[in-house]
């Protein structure tokens, strides 16, 4: 059974800085990609980094570009998002997702809240 666990979010001032996990279980990292996405309040569910399955190969949105970095440990099963400088306009709840033979798997989410 394919799951993905997200982790990590929480309260923080602008400026500082979380690092989110993803733990998945029932396939293997090595095969499939991996995306993090985030949905604001009011908002379209937006990527924001992904990681190809050989982890060559990352992106970002033109949002979090310098201030984000995906990575992952294979023998952890885990996928990571740091998120450095903080905006309040990173505030959102994140996401991550695997398509395994065409179909989305997500997470359920983990909120990321940036205020003073």
């Known amino acids: 059974q394919v799951q993905l666990v997200e982790s990590g979010g929480g309260l923080v001032q602008p400026g500082g800085s979380l690092r989110l996990s993803c733990e998945v279980s029932?396939?293997?990292?090595?095969?499939?990609?991996i995306g993090w996405f985030r949905q604001a309040p009011g908002k379209e569910r937006e990527a924001v980094s992904c990681?190809?399955?050989?982890?060559?190969?990352?992106r970002y949105g033109d949002s979090v570009k310098g201030r984000f970095t995906i990575s992952r440990d294979i023998a952890k099963n885990t996928v990571y998002l740091q998120m450095n400088s903080l905006k309040p306009e990173d505030t959102a709840v994140y996401y991550c997702?695997?398509?395994?033979?065409?179909?989305?798997?997500w997470g359920r989410g983990t909120q990321v809240t940036v205020s003073s």
């Open positions: 997702n695997a398509r395994i033979f065409r179909v989305d798997n």
């Open positions: 990681i190809s399955s050989d982890g060559s190969l990352t």
């Open positions: 029932g396939f293997t990292l090595d095969y499939y990609a």
